[in-house]
């Protein structure tokens, strides 16, 4: 819950800090796309550091000291009023290496520390309090971010806010303290990362990442330059944008469990279509949108579509990946996600140039929407289905306008499912 309550207040408002900073749009875009490549690149050694430590808890608590002191310098920056751009990319690098670095870790170590037969239920319980405690974070930012938005003390209040996201992680150390070591650490079989490539007709699960790094490509060419566009062009102050992420976040979280019943009835993959169709045209409303209530209900209808998308890749990943090489799929998926966030980003900034107007907006956002559309012919390669759809929880990483929230999924939040037929 203190972890939850550090991501509703913190690394949420990066962009709109380097905004407030005077920062341009395309380098708030980028500053929300670009570190977490760097995170997921420092991730795909974190297993075998982890083994060197010889605890995944020792591990842990390193890695949430270094997500507390990578608060510091933006904080020191926003009560002196100056911070050059490229240590706000350095520490956000930071921020997102420590939190993709305890990720994968901290996933294995839950599972061998829960026992299987109170984990669906504990989870659950879990989520649903780290989804209060993230609305939590949002409600506090925006009572922060309000009272001093246009003001003179308009950094301060970001200072604020990042001081309490740092504290809050800091109160998380002593519970990771608490928390057992396994007796052992188990092995994982090592999958490189041309995997997904030189297996694409032969094996399902690189299918499915074939069509997830190239939706994502196509998501970030606009998904970024929403921060700057909502506060510069359509003038959203930032408690209303903190409003807006919160609706995309509980649209999200209300649906989830609709969602899970929906994957029952129909299946995954049904789930997956229509996530993906959903996530696909989600941001062409934007080039139109003036108005504060169809701001909200875009968000709405984009958190309900993202979250099916979401769960659907979480099921079929889960189910297509043998569990010896999960550990190191999941590595290389989230090296090549981020890989594709920051490609993504890097084509959506040439296209928005320099000088942005609503024209060059509407022209990323149009381009953005035609390589959804590309992506989605991938979708009929995937074919596979689960035979019981049970919905996985998951952990927030971080909260997004027009995304709900990138979400990890932890493996062992259920029930081990009985095995497939051939």
């Avoid at 980028?30 to 974190?46: I, K, M």
């Avoid at 100056?82 to 990319?89: K, S, T």
Wanted: net charge positive.
């Amino acid at each position: 819950m203190t972890y939850s309550f550090m991501v509703g207040t913190g690394e949420t408002y990066i962009a709109v800090f380097a905004l407030a900073l005077g920062s341009s749009d395309k380098m708030s875009g980028l500053v929300a796309a670009v570190p977490p490549l760097v995170g997921a690149t420092a991730q795909l050694f974190a297993p075998a550091l982890a083994a060197r430590v010889k605890s995944p808890s020792r591990w842990i608590r390193g890695c949430a000291t270094l997500q507390v002191l990578s608060f510091l310098p933006m904080i020191v920056g926003a009560l002196i009023g100056a911070l050059p751009i490229w240590v706000l990319f350095v520490v956000a690098g930071v921020y997102w290496t420590s939190a993709l670095g305890a990720g994968g870790v901290w996933n294995t170590w839950i599972g061998l520390t829960m026992p299987s037969r109170i984990r669906p239920r504990y989870f659950g319980i879990r989520s649903r309090l780290c989804q209060a405690s993230i609305l939590a974070g949002l409600i506090v930012a925006a009572v922060i971010l309000k009272p001093t938005h246009g003001t003179k003390w308009e950094l301060w209040g970001f200072a604020a806010l990042f001081a309490i996201a740092a504290t809050a992680r800091g109160m998380s150390i002593p519970y990771l303290k608490r928390q057992r070591d396994p007796d052992s650490w188990p092995e994982h079989t090592p999958v490189p990362l041309w995997h997904f490539l030189a297996n694409f007709w032969h094996r399902t699960d690189a299918r499915l990442v074939a069509l997830m790094i190239a939706m994502q490509v196509a998501v970030q060419m606009g998904q970024p330059f929403l921060n700057p566009y909502l506060i510069k062009q359509l003038d959203v102050s930032p408690a209303w944008y903190v409003a807006l992420i919160a609706t995309s976040f509980a649209a999200k979280s209300l649906a989830l469990p609709f969602l899970g019943m929906y994957a029952k009835r129909n299946g995954a993959r049904s789930l997956l279509a229509l996530g993906a169709i959903g996530t696909a045209a989600m941001i062409v409303p934007w080039i139109f949108a003036d108005w504060m209530p169809e701001m909200f209900a875009i968000q709405a209808v984009s958190g309900v579509a993202q979250g099916a998308w979401e769960l659907a890749t979480f099921l079929l990943f889960l189910e297509t990946i043998p569990s010896e090489e999960r550990t190191s799929i999941m590595s290389g998926f989230y090296f090549l996600n981020s890989l594709a966030m920051a490609g993504g980003s890097l084509v959506g900034a040439w296209l928005l140039g320099n000088l942005p107007t609503h024209d060059s907006y509407a022209l990323v956002f149009g381009v953005s929407t035609g390589m959804r559309m590309v992506a989605l012919m991938l979708l009929p390669f995937v074919h596979t289905e689960v035979l019981k759809a049970i919905p996985i929880i998951s952990s927030t990483l971080a909260v997004r306008i027009n995304a709900g929230s990138i979400e990890s999924p932890i493996p062992d939040s259920i029930a081990n499912r009985p095995p497939q037929s051939k």
